[in-house]
């Protein structure tokens, strides 16, 4: 199975901060990488598919980057609502797999 | 708008079998385009993927999971099915179902149901 790692596992921010969470394949997946926001008792939500394609109606202060075995989520100024759980996962082999989650919490 | 609605006892004891039921509308499970999966979480921890299933009945299972998983598709009812067999304390989480879209080459979770608790004790 491929491991995916992502790092930190939590931390805290204030609103308007730039946010990054980096996550690291265990082998290559070429960009077949997703990105997922989750909030307490909700299902988790796509936000970046590809590694860098923002899905429908996500707002512009998300972006994905990398290639290989190395990601990156970014939000450019984080808002009260992106406080929330968030997890990467590569859809290059089965079994899929996700990272661990980075947790954002506010500071 | 597609959406995908878990159902299913939330209570199962153990070394009996987990039987949920995924319910799809809005749109049709029948689609070429698209698989649909199982992903668990169990309390307070990350999330697994369980497998999926196309509309013709082909599956796809997680290794860890496969002596014990069965996913199978009625498109008559448009709904999919997960049973998961011998259950122990450990298969206590919340299940998911969802639609496997296309991403750029790739796949993605795109639609999720809003998730059901199954609580594994005796």
């Known amino acids: 199975d491929i491991q995916m790692t992502q790092s930190p596992s939590s931390l805290s921010a204030s609103v308007g901060d730039r946010v990054t969470i980096t996550c690291r394949a265990s082998q290559s997946i070429s960009r077949y990488l997703n990105w997922y926001q989750q909030k307490p008792g909700k299902a988790p939500n796509l936000l970046i598919y590809a590694a860098s394609n923002l899905q429908s109606a996500v707002p512009s202060r998300f972006s994905g980057s990398g290639s290989e075995t190395d990601f990156t989520l970014t939000i450019s100024s984080l808002q009260p609502q992106d406080f929330a759980t968030y997890y990467c996962q590569q859809s290059y082999n089965s079994p899929w797999t996700f990272g661990q989650g980075t947790k954002v919490e506010i500071k | ?122």
């Open chain 2, 1 to 122: 708008q597609l959406q995908l609605q878990e159902s299913g006892p939330g209570l199962v004891k153990p070394s009996e079998t987990l039987s949920l039921t995924c319910t799809v509308s809005g749109g049709s499970i029948r689609s070429s385009s698209y698989y649909w999966g199982w992903i668990r979480q169990p309390p307070g921890k990350g999330l697994e993927w369980i497998g999926s299933v196309y509309y013709s009945g082909s599956t796809n299972y997680n290794p860890s999971l496969k002596s014990r998983v069965t996913i199978s598709v009625d498109t008559s009812k448009s709904q999919f099915s997960l049973k998961l067999s011998s259950v122990t304390t450990a298969d206590t989480a919340v299940y998911y179902c969802a639609r496997l879209g296309h991403c750029s080459g790739g796949s993605c979770l795109d639609y999720w149901g809003q998730g059901t608790l199954v609580t594994v004790s005796s």
